[in-house]
């Protein structure tokens, strides 16, 4: 499977904005999460959804102002109340064993390309 993210940009604090993840194939069997990565800094887990059954998972750094979602082959991440702390690439990454649950950033194999998004103060 391959990735393809897309839906970042310049926004206002307070804005939003929907990131897409779309995959070349099916996704029932994987898990797909989305990551932030600042320059310098460690990639950063947000949310992920399983493919089995489209439970999600993660939330800590964006205190529940995003939300995963999946329909068909394409996997969004809404994000709300942005800040300018939320300024980074953000990346989709697909888990080809669908382990969400683990909650690290080394089963994810696959990552689309990264897209920036940048929220000013």
């Known amino acids: 499977v391959q990735l393809q993210a897309s839906g970042g940009g310049l926004v206002q604090a307070g804005g939003s904005l929907r990131l897409s993840c779309v995959a070349s194939?099916?996704?029932?069997?994987?898990?797909i999460g989305w990551f932030r990565q600042v320059s310098g800094k460690e990639r950063e887990k947000i949310l992920c959804?399983?493919?089995?059954?489209?439970s999600t998972y993660w939330s800590d750094p964006t205190e529940d102002r995003f939300v995963i979602s999946r329909e068909e082959n394409t996997v969004y991440l809404q994000m709300n109340g942005l800040k300018s702390e939320d300024t980074a690439i953000y990346y989709c990454?697909?888990?080809?064993?669908?382990?969400?649950?683990?909650?690290?950033?080394?089963?994810?194999?696959?990552w689309g390309q990264g897209t920036l998004v940048t929220v000013s103060s």
């Open positions: 990454g697909a888990d080809l064993f669908d382990r969400c649950d683990l909650g690290t950033v080394g089963p994810y194999t696959i």
């Open positions: 194939g099916r996704l029932d069997h994987y898990g």
């Open positions: 959804i399983s493919g089995a059954d489209g």
